[in-house]
């Protein structure tokens, strides 16, 4: 199996290069599990971020390095976007978006309370990585939808040329796409 060697924060990790399409492969990244390079990101990551009330993530990826990040600057409530209406939600507040990549709707939902929370306050979005920038984009639109303020959009990675060329995201470092050529789409 290919690898990709990533450094970040000072931690290294060999990523196993996996096909995710007939044209393309990508070295996947998995931060769950991983103290050691999620605690070094986020404190290289708090140095780069700009002052928020809140951080908000979608499930489930963003999780460990939102955590992290929230402890390291202090906050005491940070808010995790679910991908589907959970049973216990008493009063979900939803927004929808068409992705791309899926070729179908995603959701990305909280509490009602929490939207009331959000309401007014500065909001960063922290993510593990940023690639086509779709969920990026539902969790825009569920922070302007419960009239939050914006002030940022932070990732460990950013994937992709698009993704690296973007000048409205902060990330720690880059990671290719690797293009499958049409003499190997068949393996």
Request: proline residues 4%.
């Amino acid at each position: 199996m290919d690898e990709f060697v990533l450094k970040v924060a000072g931690v290294q990790r060999k990523l196993p290069v996996v096909r995710i399409a007939d044209n393309i492969k990508i070295a996947s990244f998995v931060i769950l599990g991983d103290t050691e390079l999620v605690s070094a990101a986020a404190a290289t990551l708090k140095e780069r971020i700009p002052e928020a009330d809140y951080f908000i993530t979608a499930e489930a990826k963003g999780i460990p390095l939102i955590h992290e990040l929230a402890r390291l600057c202090g906050k005491k409530r940070y808010f995790v976007a679910r991908k589907s209406i959970k049973p216990y939600m008493s009063e979900p507040f939803a927004t929808e978006v068409y992705s791309i990549t899926t070729q179908r709707k995603q959701l990305l939902c909280i509490e009602k309370e929490e939207s009331e929370m959000i309401k007014g306050k500065r909001i960063l979005i922290v993510d593990d990585v940023i690639s086509t920038g779709e969920s990026v984009h539902a969790l825009e639109k569920l922070i302007t939808r419960a009239g939050g303020v914006l002030v940022g959009k932070a990732a460990i990675l950013a994937e992709g040329e698009d993704a690296i060329k973007r000048d409205d995201i902060i990330y720690l470092e880059k990671l290719p796409l690797f293009p499958i050529d049409s003499s190997d789409a068949i393996q």
